[in-house]
């Protein structure tokens, strides 16, 4: 089509551990309250907490 892409160099898609950090602490947050909630429920407690 006649049409140029310019090309990207790599590193301008590299991405520093200081501004990745607070997302893996996040997530592992989230998968521990996951958990959490899952022995909670095995123990044969309300399900309905399951619904919050």
Same mark, same amino acid.
């Given at each position: 089509?006649?049409i %140029? /892409?310019? %090309?990207?160099s790599?590193?301008c898609?590299? /991405?520093?551990?200081t501004?990745?950090?607070p997302?893996?602490v996040?997530? $592992?947050? &989230? #998968?521990?309250?996951g958990?959490? !909630? !899952?022995?909670y429920? $095995?123990?044969?407690?309300? #399900? /309905?907490?399951?619904? &919050?």
């Amino acid at each position: 089509f006649g049409i %140029k /892409v310019q %090309k990207i160099s790599p590193s301008c898609f590299e /991405v520093s551990l200081t501004s990745i950090r607070p997302l893996f602490v996040l997530l $592992a947050s &989230k #998968w521990n309250r996951g958990i959490d !909630l !899952l022995r909670y429920l $095995a123990q044969g407690d309300d #399900w /309905v907490t399951c619904m &919050k």
